[in-house]
């Protein structure tokens, strides 16, 4: 008989990744009455949710060990792999009947490969992986896209929603990675299409903020233009998401388009100019700062 665990104000959870989104997702968690055992590369990082309560753990493993669902939130796949399966990770210390939640954009065969690793345990995996940025993490309204066993998910959704207000199961394991690669296309087709009007609406001579009044509630609106356009504006370049994780992404996208036969050239183009973007040292910054990196191009 599959265990799975029932979820109550006490139900004990873990946290491995307490960056940009994942400090305000666990915070969120514990704000509802979860007593919470964190851990991050870097423990200055994990201060804010330990001065609220938090308990530290010394490895993945050991926040496994104190536990019932345990949600992962790293960089890059490479991370997501080291967390999980090397010998102090996650998988060490999940006993049967807990649940691993990993909520990283990683790639849809690591996925699979987690799943079946916690089913050996007779333990369960989701992959969750979130859309929204750092405004949707600490207005707690991410988007979820989750791959798994439908029992565990339905388990698990009292835990989402009190971090989403979009969570849907999208299939089996990998799913969720599948559907967010989707997201991250749309994204990046909309970003290039942001940026580029604002470069136009400068040359132009056009006021910037009148122009975004006038098309972001047509057909032209969109999430980036609502919230990262103002940003854009005011020279706010501060990441709610990384180019160097979107160029990730992106990278993840086209290997499995590859894998799958598919071409697609304009998801191909985008990632060369965000490729350049970083490469201009705009890694670190914020998905907006496309906006810099093209308009270097157009003034070369």
């Avoid at 666990?26 to 055992?37: E, F, N, V």
């Avoid at 939130?73 to 807990?98: H, Q, S, T």
């Avoid at 690793?117 to 993490?137: I, N, Q, T, Y």
Wanted: include cysteine.
């Amino acid at each position: 008989m599959t265990v799975l665990p029932a979820i109550t104000k006490d139900t004990r959870i873990g946290w491995i990744g307490t960056g940009v989104m994942g400090l305000s997702m666990c915070g969120h968690l514990m704000a509802a009455g979860h007593p919470a055992t964190v851990f991050n590369r870097t423990q200055a990082k994990a201060e804010p949710l330990l001065a609220k309560g938090a308990a530290w753990a010394e490895s993945p493993r050991a926040v496994a060990e104190a536990s019932e669902v345990v949600f992962t939130i790293v960089g890059y796949p490479d991370d997501v792999r080291r967390v999980y399966f090397e010998p102090d990770g996650v998988l060490a210390g999940l006993a049967p009947g807990k649940v691993a939640v990993d909520m990283t954009t990683t790639s849809p065969s690591l996925a699979v490969e987690i799943d079946a690793a916690a089913r050996r345990k007779g333990a369960h995996a989701l992959d969750a992986p979130v859309s929204g940025g750092d405004v949707g993490a600490k207005n707690a309204a991410l988007s979820i896209m989750v791959g798994g066993e439908a029992a565990v998910f339905e388990a698990v959704r009292p835990l989402f929603e009190r971090l989403g207000r979009i969570i849907a199961l999208q299939g089996a394991a990998g799913c969720g990675q599948h559907t967010k690669m989707c997201n991250q296309i749309v994204i990046a087709g909309s970003m290039i299409g942001v940026c580029e009007s604002l470069l136009y609406a400068t040359r132009a001579g056009l006021d910037p903020q009148a122009m975004l009044g006038a098309i972001s509630k047509g057909a032209a609106g969109c999430w980036s233009l609502e919230n990262l356009a103002p940003r854009i504006l005011k020279g706010d370049f501060a990441p709610g998401f990384m180019i160097d994780h979107f160029v990730k992404d992106m990278g993840i996208a086209l290997e499995e388009s590859r894998r799958m036969g598919l071409a697609l050239p304009g998801l191909t183009l985008v990632n060369g100019l965000y490729a350049e973007a970083a490469r201009c040292g705009f890694g670190r910054e914020g998905t907006q700062a496309l906006f810099l990196a093209l308009q270097r191009m157009a003034q070369a």
